[in-house]
């Protein structure tokens, strides 16, 4: 089957480079090349997937879906959009912020980690959906000492003042001293501040989250803290077989 052709404003407008108003600006201003020839035609049919556009020497980048992993800062809210706080959106720059991203899933504010964005929402479904049960897993701090018997509960299922108790998940102990504890936990759903609860349900606090890895894929340790980039092929491959 033929591709599909799109207009050239619209392909703009999906890659990012503004709403169809600004980008048709761009087009008139001459500014737009398709397959290395000005075109001053907003609604020049292209094919998405074979036309070379350019936007002064940048080549547009078009995918019909974007995936994205950013390494979340404490400090930010997991939304598109808030009219008092910093969302994570603010991170990014202009271009990928209007390729319609949206998170996949949440982290609390002062959570940090890993966290993918993207505008295939059944890729969202199927990494979020309840029958799926992707695990998740995070490093925390804790204050107290962490002891066999808080695993052991976090196995059975800890009650965290919910219609049910939680789904089984796993506690390891990496450290574990008087006044602070270090630890890994994994778990398949995601309740509302639902680590700092199960915790709390075994009398923790926990002082420091960070997200390291949903499913198989595990956050890149060269992506610093705030930095974000899209997923390789082989990384989407990896959480698409989830």
Known sequence: MAEKKMRLDKYLVHT???SRSEVQQLIKKKKVKVNGEVEKRPECAISPSEAVVTLGEEVVDYKPFYYYILNKPAGYITATEDPRQETVMDLLDSVTRGRSLAPVGRLDKDTE????LTNDGKFTHSLLSPKKHVDKC????VSGT???ADCEAFIQGVDIGESKVCMPARMEII????E???VYITIKEGKFHQVKRMM????KEVTYLKRV???DFKLPEDLELGAYRQLTQEELDQLMMK
């Open 16 to 18: 990012g480079y503004g």
């Open 113 to 116: 980690g890993l966290l993918l």
């Open 138 to 141: 995070y490093y925390a701090e």
């Open 146 to 148: 962490v002891v066999p």
């Open 175 to 178: 450290e574990a001293l008087e």
């Open 180 to 182: 602070t504890s270090k």
């Open 200 to 203: 709390k349900a075994v009398g």
């Open 213 to 215: 890895t949903m499913g």
